[in-house]
């Protein structure tokens, strides 16, 4: 599976951005997907992912990010509203080849990160 983010830029604080994720393959319905974020100077980080069961965020997201997929184009968003100066980060989206998340392993790939910049 290939991964190709898209969507990232430099934006206000307050703005809202929406990151896209164009995926290989013809059995991307069968994969599980999330996004990452490594702001600089930091460690990389989980934000989101996307399962058949439902949708999970890391804290400092919710009620502001959304996650979702549109299986017929192979595509995963990221929906980020109020973005803050604490959101600027290298954007990734990473996939497991299973139905399911488990976040005490690492995904089994990833996509080449996009850049989201929010100014104060």
């Known amino acids: 599976v290939q991964l190709q983010a898209s969507g990232g830029g430099l934006v206000q604080a307050g703005d809202s951005l929406r990151l896209s994720c164009l995926a290989s393959?013809?059995?991307?319905?069968?994969?599980?997907m999330g996004w990452f974020r490594q702001a600089p100077g930091r460690e990389r980080e989980y934000v989101t992912h996307?399962?058949?069961?439902?949708?999970y965020y890391v804290d400092s997201v919710k009620g502001r990010f959304t996650i979702s997929r549109d299986n017929a184009k192979n595509t995963v968003y990221l929906q980020m509203n109020s973005l803050g100066p604490e959101d600027t980060a290298v954007y990734y989206c990473?996939?497991?080849?299973?139905?399911?998340?488990?976040?005490?392993?690492?995904?089994?790939?990833w996509g080449r990160g996009t850049l989201v910049t929010v100014s104060s």
């Open positions: 990473a996939a497991k080849g299973t139905p399911y998340w488990d976040r005490r392993s690492p995904p089994d790939y």
């Open positions: 393959g013809r059995t991307f319905r069968n994969y599980s």
């Open positions: 996307i399962i058949w069961s439902g949708k």
